[in-house]
């Protein structure tokens, strides 16, 4: 049953990947919130900066905030694209977004925030959560070894071995006695 059990495995990586943007975005959130909520208590000239129209030295505008709401809609369309993409697609996808905010994320300690303690610590969090996100994906096994045809559909060689495999095991009870099945399958027993 390695098929079942790669199929189980191959799902069950789809979930972990969700839950683990599911758990990012958690962590995005609150960050963001914390940032509202504190800021004018902890950081006053950041906060009169904010106010003004600029973050850091980079000034507020519909473009920048469009920028920071793609950037954010991309981790939040992993936690559904996660469980849908097929293999190479979903594998892919999360390496690809996972970098990106990982690279936005660090890139947010070199701005104003960064002296916020808890602003720290989140991002923190979420570097390791999408670093190992990129890592889970990288280390994501093809499934059964399948080879992609012209056609655009799967081949499943291990399986069909394991089956043949099965059908030899079951005729005899044993692993090394050969059963006669079809004409082209026969060996001599030794």
Partial sequence: MKTTNKIIEMKDRKVILSTLWIFAMFNYVYADVLTLYFNPVLQKEATKQLLSGHVGSLQ?????????????????????????????????????VGVLQTASVAWTLTGPLYSNLF????????????????????????????VLTSAGSWRFPALQREKEEAKRQDGTGSEGAQVAGDVGDTKPIK
């Fill in 60 to 96: 507020i505008t519909q473009g920048f905030v469009l920028v920071g709401a793609v950037l954010l809609e991309t981790a939040i369309a992993m936690v559904l694209l996660s469980r849908v993409l097929k293999y190479r697609a979903n594998r892919w996808a999360n390496i690809i």
């Fill in 119 to 146: 602003y720290a610590f989140f991002a923190t969090v979420e570097i390791a959560c999408t670093l190992f996100i990129v890592w889970y994906a990288w280390t994501w096994p093809h499934p059964e070894g399948g």
